[in-house]
């Protein structure tokens, strides 16, 4: 194949997105499927895989349509997507005992403690480079064994939700190592392997997993006749392992070296930054990076709700907004965002902290923090309300660069990707508050893009390095000194607010 084009599919926790790429970095085509979640009860977050399978499906079966290609020109195809938390636990005919408990969902709060008395933070934190949070796949494996009996005694494997998928397609059982390295708690970052140790002591059976984790560029299969009638792929196709969405994301705007920051904002926000050697900390959760997965590693910190926050103002207080896009060809969010460019920095004076399911990651690690809206008057408007969710991002975009300071990373480069970069205005945001002149990518089709290169790479047609030919990072916001200088007051108050509310988080769990 001379010219081969390459299919990256990333699957969200709201949505499902693929991209259609030549070997020249060209864009062919793209199509977009919206999924949902389970929230069965508070602080809680799942879902059964085959509605992510059915997005899968559904999302390539358009780009196929869309392009007009003949699929035997695809040489090769990966699938990234949402840490899979406990992942899809699976039966002997690899059928789903029970939906994915995901990366947002914070149920194992018990089985977290348990973990600390037990095993202890520095065990855990000396083998894997990270902490023990709810966040973690492997406190949510142990809920499962401590509270599903049942289901656990059925348990033949547990796989990632793009696994699941893969194993539908190309009828193999895989993991990659950004995937295993995110279950935390069962992974050794420095040999790059599953410690067996750990998972004796956390009765996690070793046979759950596969026995070889797979670089993200690797070619595990191939799309079988069952995949060929699912997806309309051509029987044969290349399957790469793919890997998580946060690191693919990072490659697809060109984060490769060491001191690459990019600030991923999806439903949640990474804050992920490239590392040649290993500087952890227990505040910034750490994997092997899907490019040079046994030197390179990801480093991120963040808030869990980020553009979930953007998304649940737009549904639950600006119907006006939404009645009004629905009848213009502007969306509710740009018009949302004017309304937010007529307030001056600060929003005279009102903080948000933009936790808004109880908990939060890393750099917090909190196990009942929640959002606050801080200095709220009469005087202040929703278009004030709506600039402080957008300037709380910003200030945690600000936080996870302080911590990986702290721990020694150097920041060399700050990229923008996804929904904070297609809001100028939120752009802006960022670059005050963090006083950083900040790169971005126009039009950036995001993980689905560096899933089209991992599949350009595995089928050795291309290199990591050919992403620096695909996407030229010439765009840049700088910071306004006199609005930075503002938000270095209001970002200290933003860290105090953090601080002061600890006791009212732990207050607030006993009541509800």
Request: with cysteine.
């Amino acid at each position: 194949m001379e010219h081969p084009i390459f299919l990256g599919t990333d699957i969200g926790t709201y949505g499902t997105k693929s991209c259609l790429v030549d070997s020249s970095g060209k864009i062919i085509a793209t199509s977009f499927v919206e999924t949902d979640i389970l929230v069965p009860n508070p602080g809680w977050a799942e879902q059964w895989p085959d509605v992510w399978l059915n997005a899968y499906v559904e999302s390539v079966r358009e780009v196929l349509k869309v392009s007009n290609i003949d699929p035997s020109s695809i040489g090769g195809i990966s699938i990234s997507g949402l840490f899979s938390g406990a992942g899809v636990p699976v039966d002997k005919e690899f059928r789903p005992i029970r939906p994915a408990i995901i990366w947002m969902d914070r149920r194992a709060i018990e089985e977290t403690e348990l973990i600390k008395r037990e095993i202890g933070e520095d065990e855990i934190f000396k083998k894997t480079g990270n902490f023990i949070d709810p966040y973690y796949g492997f406190p949510k494996i142990v809920w499962i064994k401590r509270h599903e009996p049942k289901n656990w005694e059925r348990i033949h494997k547990l796989m990632t939700i793009y696994g699941y998928v893969i194993y539908k397609i190309a009828d193999v059982n895989c993991v990659d190592h950004s995937s295993a390295g995110n279950i935390g708690g069962i992974y050794d970052i420095h040999k790059r392997n599953w410690s067996e140790e750990l998972m004796d002591q956390l009765g996690i059976p070793r046979q759950f997993f596969p026995e070889e984790i797979n670089c993200s560029k690797d070619v595990v299969g191939e799309i079988t006749e069952e995949g060929e009638k699912l997806t309309g792929l051509k029987k044969g196709t290349p399957v790469v392992a793919g890997g998580i969405d946060a690191p693919a994301s990072a490659l697809s705007v060109t984060a490769l070296s060491d001191g690459d920051l990019t600030s991923m904002i999806g439903t949640s926000m990474c804050n992920g930054v490239i590392q040649d050697e290993l500087r952890l900390s227990k505040k910034i959760v750490t994997l092997p990076h899907v490019a040079y997965d046994l030197e390179k590693v990801y480093s991120h910190s963040g808030v869990a709700t980020a553009g979930a926050v953007v998304r649940w103002f737009r549904d639950m207080l600006s119907q006006h907004e939404k009645l009004v896009a629905e009848n213009s060809d502007i969306s509710a969010y740009t018009i949302l965002d004017k309304m937010a460019e007529k307030i001056k920095a600060g929003a005279d004076g009102l903080i948000f902290t933009p936790h808004m399911i109880v908990g939060e990651r890393a750099p917090f690690w909190s196990m009942n923090m929640r959002s606050c809206l801080f200095g709220l008057t009469i005087s202040h408007t929703k278009a004030h309300i709506y600039r402080a969710f957008l300037e709380s991002i910003a200030y945690a975009l600000r936080h996870s660069i302080e911590v990986a300071k702290e721990a020694g990373i150097p920041i060399k480069r700050i990229i923008l990707v996804n929904g904070g970069a297609k809001s100028p205005i939120w752009r802006k945001i960022m670059a005050d508050v963090t006083g950083q002149e900040l790169y971005y990518v126009e039009g950036a089709p995001g993980a689905p893009l560096g899933d089209a290169l991992l599949a350009g790479v595995g089928t050795g047609h291309l290199k990591y390095e050919a992403i620096y030919d695909w996407v030229r990072i010439d765009q840049s916001v700088k910071p306004t000194l006199e609005n930075t200088n503002i938000y270095n007051k209001l970002y200290r108050l933003y860290v105090k607010l953090h601080e002061a509310l600890e006791e009212c988080y732990a207050l607030a769990s006993e009541v509800y």
